[in-house]
């Protein structure tokens, strides 16, 4: 015979058991392509056609016409991969974007001028920090694609070296 003490043990012992096997660690689906839609000014972590996250960003300060040339203050436009991380970054942290492609610099030669370089998806400076999602309310990078602080933290962890980058207007 079970007494109501014993009862009520052997309750909280199936509860505890219940609950720790049926506690599967969280898996984030692994992100193979990352998308930004400038006009939307929105930047989406995908596997395969499904949305992982997504995020509202800062663009670059020139306006949303793709980038042609250094100094424009203008987000690229085109297909690029994460091609290496700057944890060290005075932007919290970065991923770089391998603009410029060929592309970019057979077109910027045409026009007889420095395609630019040096975009990436980054946080905020350091001495801006507090300034957080508020930084959205206006485009101020040099045509990087800017987060807060925090979401750039969990972008790093999602997205490996080497994902494709799509940027499109």
Not at 25 to 46: A, I, N, Q, S, Y
Not at 104 to 133: C, T, Y
């Amino acid at each position: 015979m079970v007494t109501g003490r014993r009862a009520g043990r052997l309750l909280l012992l199936f509860a505890w058991l219940t609950t720790v096997a049926s506690a599967e660690p969280k898996v984030e689906p692994k992100v193979d392509h990352v998308l930004l839609v400038k006009t939307k000014h929105k930047l989406l972590l995908l596997s395969g056609d499904r949305v992982v996250k997504s995020y509202r960003v800062a663009l670059g300060r020139g306006g949303l016409a793709p980038k042609r040339r250094q100094g424009d203050g203008r987000t690229p436009e085109g297909i690029y991969r994460i091609d290496y991380r700057n944890p060290a970054s005075k932007y919290h942290l970065a991923l770089h974007i391998s603009y410029p492609e060929s592309s970019d610099k057979q077109r910027a030669q045409r026009l007889g001028v420095n395609p630019g370089g040096d975009i990436m998806i980054h946080g905020l400076p350091r001495e801006f920090s507090w300034v957080g999602s508020r930084h959205r309310l206006s485009d101020w990078t040099e045509g990087c694609i800017a987060v807060t602080d925090s979401e750039i933290e969990e972008i790093w962890k999602l997205v490996p070296d080497g994902t494709p980058v799509e940027v499109r207007q």
